[in-house]
């Protein structure tokens, strides 16, 4: 069974930093993996989806990168504004089976101005 | 386009009251995805459509829940009788094509079970 684990569950960092985070899953027979943000009492929205295929993709300060042999993805985002103050999911794409997204918990990112 | 469109935003109910969640998504996608979240279980995946079709319903908890899709624009998930544990987020979330597609979700709805 895929789970999907996204470390840490909460960070909070000065405005202007680079951050990265971290989402890892346990069986590397996915479709894709997609990086979503969720504002509190909003839907989610995705940010980068990365091919099983792809290495990593670039969307203005986020780039997200995928590591499928380690099972390990990475979002990372320069110059970090208040504005990126939300939660950010990760969930990948399985192969088998049904067509639906498994994802992990979140990490609550705060950025302090 | 509007986005997938989903009502009531919030609802309130009391325990073994019906209540029914309403979602449109986005024309053209051909598949419909509910979801719940809830802070200990996270985002969970109840059942999915394709082309109007349950495909796959491995995620309903139980038998008090049930979801239709009449037709491509329009789809509900059902609780009768609904019970406290049920309060949740609830989501829809529709994509052309899941393989290679992103999924765009509604904004959801908030459920609160007394």
């Known amino acids: 069974k895929q789970e999907v684990t996204q470390i840490p569950a909460a960070l909070s960092v000065p405005e202007g930093e680079n951050l990265v985070l971290n989402c890892s899953f346990t069986d590397s027979a996915i479709y894709n993996l997609q990086w979503f943000r969720q504002d509190p009492g909003k839907g989610l929205t995705s940010l980068l989806l990365i091919q099983s295929s792809q290495r990593e993709q670039t969307s203005g300060r986020l780039n997200a990168s995928l590591d499928k042999s380690s099972g390990r993805s990475t979002l990372y985002i320069a110059a970090s504004q208040p504005g990126d103050s939300a939660t950010y999911l990760c969930a990948v794409k399985i192969i088998q089976g049904a067509q639906k997204l498994v994802f992990g918990q979140g990490t609550r990112l705060t950025i302090n101005p | 386009d509007a986005g997938v469109i989903q009502s009531p935003r919030h609802e309130v109910t009391e325990m073994g009251q019906e209540v029914t969640l309403r979602c449109k998504p986005i024309s053209g996608h051909d598949y419909l995805f509910w979801y719940r979240q809830t802070m200990m279980r996270g985002l969970e995946l109840l059942i999915y459509?394709?082309?109007?079709?349950?495909?796959?319903d491995s995620g309903m908890p139980e038998d008090r829940f049930s979801a239709k899709m009449p037709n491509a624009s329009f789809s509900t998930l059902k609780i009768q009788p609904s019970e406290p544990r049920d309060s949740a987020v609830y989501f829809c979330?529709?994509?052309?094509?899941?393989?290679?597609?992103?999924?765009?979700f509604g904004p959801g709805t908030r459920l609160t079970v007394l």
């Open positions: 459509f394709n082309n109007n079709v349950p495909i796959d």
């Open positions: 979330a529709s994509t052309p094509l899941p393989s290679t597609d992103t999924q765009y």
